[in-house]
């Protein structure tokens, strides 16, 4: 069946890195995504990598993908109050988006 | 311009009431969607419509009654609710159902008195 499963909660220093860790069942998923989620408002596409990718690459944010372990990591590069959120990973297979339970990032100064 | 817009932001509503959430986007998108979101969890699936068709309803209870009277819209009609409905509405719309890129709108925040 389909499950995405992902670490409730990570704290990090403002400046550091964050390593947002995803992992997911299904080897047919097609695309991979990751959706921020501030609080009180709707998710925002951060990024997505197609699962013939192991890597991608946006300015701070950094997505790996081990497709053998299906395992999908978010790093986040010199993390900022602003990145405080929680964080959904997601397949998509058939259409459907199949989120995992959201990972809060909590950034002190 | 990837804007999905939702209306109301808020809305508190009795069971006995009748209300109406809304959606829009001007992006061309052809397939819109309905989540529903409890606080803390992350959005489950309630109904997609491909081409002004409803193509999904993910066993949603008929107190939700959904609408798309064209491309660019979609209702969420309310009516006898439970205070356990209460919880953020997101819609969503995408180029195509199969598409990848799949954008959010900033949602309502349903309270059931």
């Known amino acids: 069946g389909e499950d995405v499963e992902q670490s409730l909660f990570l704290s990090v220093r403002e400046g550091d890195s964050s390593v947002i860790n995803c992992t997911y069942t299904?080897?047919?998923?097609?695309?991979l995504y990751w959706y921020k989620q501030e609080p009180g408002a709707g998710l925002q596409l951060l990024t997505y990598?197609?699962?013939?990718?192991d890597m991608k690459q946006d300015q701070r944010l950094t997505v790996l993908l081990n497709k053998k372990d299906k395992h999908l990591s978010l790093r986040i590069a010199d993390t900022q109050t602003g990145d405080s959120a929680i964080y959904f990973c997601?397949?998509?297979?058939?259409?459907?988006?199949?989120f995992g339970q959201g990972t809060t990032l909590q950034v002190k100064p | 311009d990837t804007e999905v817009t939702q209306t109301p932001k808020h809305l508190v509503m009795g069971m006995t009431n009748k209300k109406s959430l809304k959606c829009e986007q001007h992006?061309?998108?052809?397939?819109m969607y309905w989540y529903k979101q409890k606080a803390k969890k992350p959005p489950e699936l309630m109904f997609v419509?491909?081409?002004?068709?409803?193509?999904i309803n993910e066993s949603v209870p008929s107190r939700f009654s959904p609408e798309c009277p064209n491309s660019s819209l979609l209702n969420l009609h309310l009516h006898a609710l439970q205070p356990e409905d209460s919880a953020l509405y997101l819609c969503?719309?995408?180029?195509?159902?199969?598409?990848?890129?799949?954008?959010f709108g900033p949602g309502t925040r349903l309270t059931v008195t």
């Open positions: 969503a719309s995408s180029q195509e159902w199969t598409s990848y890129e799949q954008y």
């Open positions: 299904d080897s047919s998923s097609t695309y």
């Open positions: 990598i197609f699962s013939n990718m």
């Open positions: 997601a397949e998509k297979n058939t259409g459907k988006l199949i």
């Open positions: 992006m061309g998108h052809r397939a």
């Open positions: 419509y491909s081409y002004e068709k409803l193509s």
